[in-house]
């Protein structure tokens, strides 16, 4: 079974530019969730779907970030204009409703906004 | 307070030994309780989860769980230097939605040879 797919893994920007980063869910999962982690914050929720559609976006730091999920098996970040101090490590994650809220976590995008 | 609380460490302990990580939450309420893994560089993965008082054992590793108290904690038995990482306690609260999960910042584990 593959697991959550994160693209790109490593995403290199100068400020100013757009970054989208993409996300295909475990199949048949119907939570989806967008994480970023730094040193200073830890993991931190940014937004999460249930089939499809947004639920929780509270923890989206600003207008310059918006999330999309237009089927079960895709979402995407976007981040415009990107700063330097949205350099983190993005992990997308998926959850089934089974009651047990286990989530699995992708490999993550390492972004870098210079 | 936050939500969420782990020591950062680092814990550091020697190899063969028993690794105690702990964890309390604010939320009274809470409904159930995950320790996730994450080496350096890499995501998270899950290791263990628990939803009721008492412990939950899965090979070396060991739940235990105290809602009266409010803490959850990780017990590694036989420590190997392949457990250096960090551990992150997760809680979904009562209030808000369900499947959201709420983070600690995590405990560094380094076992020593």
């Known amino acids: 079974d593959a697991g959550v797919i994160q693209s790109p893994r490593h995403e290199v920007t100068e400020m100013g530019q757009e970054v989208t980063l993409r996300c295909k869910p475990i199949?048949?999962?119907?939570?989806l969730f967008w994480y970023r982690q730094t040193m200073m914050r830890g993991l931190e929720l940014l937004i999460y779907f249930n089939n499809n559609v947004p639920i929780d976006d509270s923890g989206m730091p600003e207008d310059r970030f918006s999330a999309k999920m237009p089927n079960a098996s895709f979402s995407t970040l976007k981040i415009q204009p990107s700063e330097p101090r949205d350099s983190a490590v993005y992990f997308c994650?998926?959850?089934?409703?089974?009651?047990?809220?286990?989530?699995?976590f992708g490999p993550g995008t390492r972004l870098t906004v210079t | 307070q936050k939500e969420v609380e782990q020591n950062s460490g680092p814990l550091s302990v020697p190899e063969g030994a028993i690794a105690s990580l702990n964890c309390t939450y604010s939320d009274r309420g809470s409904q159930s309780f995950f320790w996730y893994r994450q080496y350096s560089g890499k995501s998270p993965e899950l290791i263990m989860f628990?939803?009721?008082?008492g412990d939950k054992e899965d090979g070396r590793f060991t739940a235990q769980l105290n809602k009266a108290s409010q803490y959850v904690s990780l017990l590694i038995r036989d420590s190997q230097p392949s457990d250096s990482a960090t551990y992150l306690c997760a809680v979904r609260p009562l209030t808000g939605t369900a499947s959201k999960l709420t983070f600690g910042t995590g405990t560094r584990l380094q076992v020593t040879l």
């Open positions: 628990i939803y009721s008082n």
């Open positions: 994650a998926s959850s089934w409703t089974s009651g047990r809220d286990e989530q699995y």
């Open positions: 199949s048949g999962h119907d939570y």
